[in-house]
């Protein structure tokens, strides 16, 4: 448990109701999948997204948006790229 709230993980009771544990980690891992954490904070007019070179546009039903709390770019829908996929973020950021 403690290794798990250090890096920022969670834990499951392996004695309780262990499909609700797989479920909940299935569900972890497909978010992962959608969210690309970004190395610094964007100027958030400046960010282009493409997927295997192909630009995606913002779009809350079928394209990507900007996460500001998890300092993220989260896909959405039809745009959430397949496994393999190149994802490429260019975007200018502000210097801290």
Same mark, same amino acid.
Request: proline share 0%; no cysteine; charged share 20%.
């Given at each position: 448990m403690d290794a798990s709230n250090a890096t920022g993980g969670f834990y499951e009771d392996i004695a309780s109701d262990f499909s609700q544990s797989l479920l909940n980690i299935g569900t972890d891992i497909v978010e992962l999948m959608k969210s690309f954490k970004l190395n610094n904070l964007p100027v958030i007019s400046t960010i282009e997204v493409k997927v295997n070179g192909v630009k995606v546009e913002t779009d809350l #039903? *079928?394209?990507w #948006?900007? *996460?500001?709390?998890l300092v993220s770019v989260k896909?959405?829908?039809a745009a959430v790229p397949p496994f393999g996929?190149?994802?490429e973020i260019k975007y200018e950021y502000i210097v801290q």
């Open positions: #039903i *079928d394209g #948006i900007y *996460d500001d709390t896909f959405n829908g996929a190149t994802i």
